[in-house]
Structure formats: structure tokens, C-alpha cells
């Protein structure tokens, strides 16, 4: 386990809009296309996050440091009303979103 990997996961969670629609629709594919090698203990850790409160925290941040998706591909549909999911980090994304029913948010 890598602390300094599981910071820079957190980090690209925050600021890449992309990066987190992928990571919670499927974190082991997301984090080794992004060259993040994370233990199966580290990804579940993670993945227990609030995909609601990763989404507010970002977009607190000061939009220079955040990579969002343009306007024009934001989706919105059945994803986008269900009660886990947070519409505004909705981008098009040919991977479908899909969770565990625990609560998220």
C-alpha cells in the first residue's frame, strides 16, 4: 500500500471530473488507466467515499485546478434523477454508472 498513491487518487477524484465518473462506475479500471496502482483494500476504502460529497468538495475548489467536462457533453436522464447519483459531474462516458445500493450520499 502506497500512501502517497492513494493521496494522488483522492486528488484526481476531486479534479478531474472525467477521472471521477469513471472511478465510481468502475474504480480498478479507472485507477490503472491512470497509472494508480491501488491494493483491492485501497480501492474499497475508496470507493466507500460519498460520490455526493467528492462532488461538492470539487466544486469548491477554484476552477483553475479542476478539470470539468464542457458543457455540451454533461448527459442527463435516468443517472442523472437517481437519488445516488449527483448530476452535476454527469459527463458523457461510454461506461455505464453503476453502484452498489448502499447509500452514497
Same mark, same amino acid.
Given at each position: ?5 492513494? +493521496?494522488?487518487t483522492i486528488g484526481k477524484l476531486v *479534479?478531474?471530473?472525467? #477521472?471521477?465518473?469513471? #472511478? #465510481?462506475?468502475? %474504480?480498478? $479500471?479507472? *485507477?490503472?488507466?491512470?497509472?494508480? %496502482? /491501488?491494493?483491492?483494500? +485501497?480501492?474499497? $476504502?475508496? #470507493? ?21 467536462? %464542457? %458543457?455540451?457533453?454533461?448527459? /442527463?436522464? $435516468?443517472? $442523472?434523477?437517481?437519488?445516488? *447519483? ?12 453503476? +453502484? ?6
Amino acid at each position: 500500500m502506497s500512501q502517497s498513491i492513494v +493521496e494522488r487518487t483522492i486528488g484526481k477524484l476531486v *479534479t478531474d471530473e472525467q #477521472f471521477r465518473i469513471q #472511478f #465510481f462506475a468502475n %474504480p480498478a $479500471a479507472a *485507477t490503472w488507466e491512470a497509472g494508480l %496502482p /491501488l491494493s483491492p483494500v +485501497e480501492l474499497e $476504502a475508496l #470507493f466507500t467515499l460519498s460520490v455526493a460529497a467528492v462532488a461538492r468538495f470539487s466544486r469548491s475548489l477554484d476552477p483553475r485546478i479542476s478539470r470539468l467536462c %464542457p %458543457p455540451h457533453t454533461a448527459r /442527463l436522464g $435516468a443517472a $442523472a434523477s437517481d437519488a445516488q *447519483t449527483d448530476s452535476t459531474t454527469q459527463c458523457s462516458t461510454d461506461a455505464p454508472r453503476t +453502484e452498489p445500493s448502499r447509500d452514497r450520499g
